[in-house]
């Protein structure tokens, strides 16, 4: 196997060069704008419970009790609340238990404290939906803006 590399010495240019290629790499500053995007999205949907979401029998705000599931999806560093960002890759949501069984419904087995066994059928609630179109287009806006914003010399990401 012959491997030949061949390169062109640009001077002070290679540095520029050099500053663009990593910054088309760092998506960093639009993953943490498409987050904070998602959290309004969760917001707005425990703001409306739903849609789609069966009213709770005490006639409360849907999925809002203890509040603790809506920070999960909307409050960086809750109990929960999942937003880990690379370079490359991000990860946004919620890893609460009960996160699942409310997303797609199921039936749950629970014991009491005094040792009597019941069953719960949880109704699903999607919190975690297929993005809207407003959702859609501001991504793509965030996208187009990092690219268009790749200026030699910028150090901002």
């Known amino acids: 196997l012959v491997n030949v590399r061949a390169g062109l010495d640009l001077g002070p240019l290679n540095d ?6 990593r910054r088309a790499n760092d998506f960093r500053k639009p993953f943490q704008q498409v987050g904070e995007k998602g959290r309004e999205q ?43 960002i690379g370079r490359d890759e991000a990860v946004f949501g919620c890893n609460l238990p009960k996160a ?4 797609e419904g199921g039936t749950e087995t ?15 609630r999607p919190i975690v939906v297929e993005p809207n179109r407003v959702y859609k287009n501001q991504i793509g806006q965030i996208a187009g803006a990092h690219f268009d914003n790749l200026k030699p010399g910028d150090r901002s990401v």
């Open 16 to 21: 520029v060069f050099g500053q663009l290629k």
């Open 42 to 84: 969760f917001q707005k949907r425990f703001d409306a419970s739903g849609p789609g979401w069966v009213p709770n029998k005490a006639g409360t705000k849907t999925l809002i009790k203890t509040g603790e599931l809506l920070a999960a999806y909307v409050t960086v560093g809750a109990i929960g609340n999942v937003c880990t």
């Open 100 to 103: 699942k069984i409310l997303q």
């Open 110 to 124: 629970f014991t009491s404290e005094k040792g009597q066994r019941f069953t719960i059928t949880f109704l699903a």
